[in-house]
């Protein structure tokens, strides 16, 4: 589990550019598995934020709930010398009230890895 707080603007309060202050927190977890020759890793994990109000360009203030999910996998059988492919497949999504964090994302990712 993970917590962090952060600040963003500067200027005095009641101006359009005065702090807003943020807070984080969420957790992940991970999973592992042993096939043979081919190590599998599976995460997962959440995390939420909320500002304290709103900015003064958005009509909300800003409260994200992020969600992730990946699978990889080391292909051990199939090394050249200390190396081994590693395929990797990412899933992204951020609710946001903020239109411009609000998105989902794939991301599939080729490698290699030191195979021992």
Do not use: Q
Not at 14 to 23: K, R
Not at 37 to 51: K, Q
Request: proline share 3%; glycine share 10%.
């Amino acid at each position: 589990m993970r917590m962090s707080s952060g600040r963003a603007g500067a200027g005095e309060a009641g101006s359009p550019f005065h702090c807003v202050i943020t807070v984080a927190m969420g957790g992940s977890s991970a999973y592992l598995l042993e096939l043979g020759r081919t190590t599998l890793v599976g995460t997962l994990g959440y995390s939420h934020l909320e500002a304290d109000e709103r900015l003064f360009l958005y009509p909300e203030r800003r409260i994200e709930h992020r969600y992730s999910a990946s699978i990889a996998a080391t292909l051990r059988a199939l090394h050249l010398g200390s190396f081994a492919p590693l395929v990797r497949l990412k899933w992204e999504r951020n609710r946001s009230t903020i239109e411009i964090y609000d998105y989902r994302r794939v991301v599939a990712e080729f490698g290699v890895t030191s195979a021992f």
